[in-house]
């Protein structure tokens, strides 16, 4: 039983029905003059209905130059409300209470966004990511912004909101001036701790004279910066303080800046509820509720940080959207219904730094709440899907609720395909889920899946499908190298996979995410890894925070990671690489190939030639991430 994570909170007169928060997250889904669109409005109803009690609406820009996204939520005008009160019309039928995260980018922006203007910030100093330097901030400015701030606060109440969430954190403006890592102001602006919290007070102070005391005043904050020169957590318990006796009514406690974007938004490395000895100690410190944040994505830890009082609420952003409906199932013990957050980073955040809508690896559906529910068939088929890995599993899954009758066959004993060899390496085990769920959900919806059968074309000769999906996947490629076929070359997926062993020397060729990750591995299990890529970087497909924290694994498991090296020759007990033009003999007792994958689709025009109508799905039809597959497989079932 779930007995603390669903009591409900009384807030300034709201009552919160349970405990469990959607955070702010940029989603691009807004147009670009701030107002919500069917899109936007729709993505956070999802939520709603799901049972989220508390959500908070992505970064409310407070004027264009402080947008730090293309497509953000805007309240900088009055004709930004209209759109926005059918947003906060439409969350509360389902119950939910929901603020309005409002900010200033500060120099965390460019010009792709703000366009010709200079970005401003406490002090000209460069942000890690930027290109533009920014410009410091006069004094009348800054008392400019806090107005600014009030009517953006003002203005969501407008809208209907029940508060907003002022963001102080992750270096954008507010963080900014709070921090001597950005802040090297020597006005009252600057200096020492209360000076630099002046700012963020004074922006407090101005929304409560704005908007009364009925409407909640929530502020994220990062609890240490960790990075050099940032904000400590004693610097932070300081502010906090000044913050609560100015009006704020909720502290949001999250962690980082962009030059530690790994913290501001943990990937799977990072172990659950990082944060939450954060919060306890601020809970120690206030008499208003905390919130912690940072990878719980589970019901029964959520619920223990609850009942041993670490935090009032729990912000569980990504996997809100890995499934909107997580409240709903974990309240009804339906836990194996809950699709699990990988913390993979790819489609919420690699994709939002190009300036695009996010997505979800795993949730094809996220962004299109909008478009409704997956149609069901005029004329449902009967289907078979040839391969278990995520691509056929989720065409399986949205086949079956379109009402098709779906078969699916796999040649192994166990699901998942290559996905399942990716949940190996360390920090990666939450990746087995996502095929546990879709298993599950298989079985929920009464789809046979026949493991262990090995399918050819003629073995549909006497069937009677109207439609064959060929979801078989890749197979390694072999590259043309003197020595590659002895027997101690093996492929990387084979450890992964339990079937070889590797020596205590092993070489591996090909430093992308699966060699690179292959070596992690290894180096965890003290062998003595060479790790070779000829390119020039190691996994540079990989997400922004993951990838830091696998190259750090690599560095301190000691891996010898070579770059822009290419291997000559495999002799049976070393290998030949050439690294500018030099021949080097190393040591390896084992050789592991990671240098890709092909297409294995075979089947295809054995099927096609019998007559069968054939869909290709996934890597058998193009080798991709798994954003790639389970969209091509969600795609599918929508076409069919």
Request: with cysteine.
């Amino acid at each position: 039983m779930l007995n603390s994570i669903f009591n409900s909170f009384e807030l300034k007169g709201k009552t919160i029905k349970n405990r469990l928060v959607v955070p702010a997250m940029v989603a691009n889904y807004c147009n670009e003059d701030g107002t919500a669109t069917e899109r936007y409005i729709a993505y956070h109803e999802e939520k709603a209905r799901g049972g989220w009690g508390l959500i908070i609406t992505e970064d409310y820009a407070i004027c264009p130059l402080g947008r730090g996204f293309k497509n953000v939520a805007g309240l900088w005008n009055d004709e930004q409300i209209e759109s926005h009160k059918e947003l906060t019309k439409r969350v509360k039928v389902h119950g939910s209470t929901i603020l309005a995260q409002i900010y200033h980018a500060g120099r965390q922006t460019n010009s792709a966004v703000i366009g010709a203007e200079i970005p401003v910030a406490p002090s000209a100093i460069m942000c890690p990511f930027g290109t533009t330097l920014p410009r410091a901030l006069e004094t009348f400015e800054i008392k400019e912004i806090i107005e600014q701030f009030a009517m953006t606060a003002y203005r969501a109440k407008q809208c209907g909101f029940d508060g907003i969430e002022v963001h102080g954190a992750h270096g954008y403006l507010v963080a900014g001036f709070m921090s001597l890592y950005s802040n090297k102001r020597t006005d009252d602006y600057g200096g020492n701790v209360i000076k630099r919290a002046r700012f963020a007070v004074e922006i407090v102070e101005a929304i409560r004279k704005k908007c009364g005391d009925d409407f909640i005043i929530g502020f994220r904050i990062s609890a240490d910066e960790f990075i050099e020169g940032g904000r400590s957590f004693e610097e932070t318990k300081v502010i906090i303080s000044m913050l609560e006796k100015a009006g704020v009514d909720l502290i949001h406690v999250s962690a980082g800046v962009y030059g530690s974007a790994d913290t501001i938004v943990p990937p799977y490395y990072t172990k659950p509820g990082w944060l939450a000895d954060f919060a306890a100690e601020v809970k120690e410190l206030v008499n208003i509720p905390v919130i912690t944040v940072g990878r719980v994505n589970d019901p029964s830890i959520a619920d223990n940080i609850i009942k041993t009082g670490k935090a009032d609420f729990i912000a569980m952003g990504r996997p809100s959207l890995t499934d909107p409906a997580f409240p709903n199932k974990a309240q009804a013990g339906k836990f194996e219904q809950i699709r699990t957050c990988i913390a993979c980073n790819y489609g919420c955040l690699g994709i939002l730094f190009a300036n695009e809508p996010i997505k979800c690896v795993l949730n094809p559906e996220l962004g299109n709440e909008y478009l409704g529910d997956i149609k069901k068939a005029d004329n449902p088929k009967k289907v078979a899907v040839i391969g278990s890995g995520p691509a056929g599993l989720e065409a399986a899954i949205y086949l079956s609720k379109a009402d098709h009758n779906v078969t699916v066959f796999e040649k192994s004993k166990n699901p998942g395909g290559q996905w399942s060899l990716a949940a190996v390496p360390p920090g990666k085990g939450d990746l087995a889920a996502f095929i546990q769920w879709q298993i599950s959900e298989l079985s929920r919806l009464g789809v046979h899946v026949h493991l262990g059968t090995e399918v050819t074309a003629g073995y549909f000769d006497d069937k009677d499908f109207d439609e064959i999906i060929v979801a078989t996947g890749a197979t390694p490629i072999k590259p043309s190298i003197k020595g590659v076929d002895l027997p101690h070359v093996v492929f990387a997926n084979d450890v992964l996979a339990g079937t070889v062993a590797a020596g205590m020397t092993p070489l591996i060729v090909g430093g992308g995410q699966v060699g690179a990750e292959t070596a992690a591995h290894l180096g965890m299990n003290l062998r003595s890894v060479t790790l070779v890529e000829m390119g020039s970087a190691i996994a540079p497909e990989e997400a922004l925070a993951p990838r830091w924290h696998l190259l750090r694994n690599l560095d301190e498991r000691k891996v010898n990671v070579m770059t822009n090296a290419i291997v000559k020759e495999i002799n049976e007990n070393s290998v030949v690489v050439e690294v500018n033009g030099e021949e080097i003999t190393i040591p390896a007792d084992t050789v592991l190939l990671a240098t890709g994958s092909t297409p294995e689709n075979a089947l295809v025009d054995q099927l096609q030639n019998k007559g069968f109508s054939v869909k290709v799905i996934g890597d058998a039809e193009k080798i991709g991430n798994v954003l790639d597959a389970v969209e091509a497989g969600y795609n599918l079932a929508k076409e069919l």
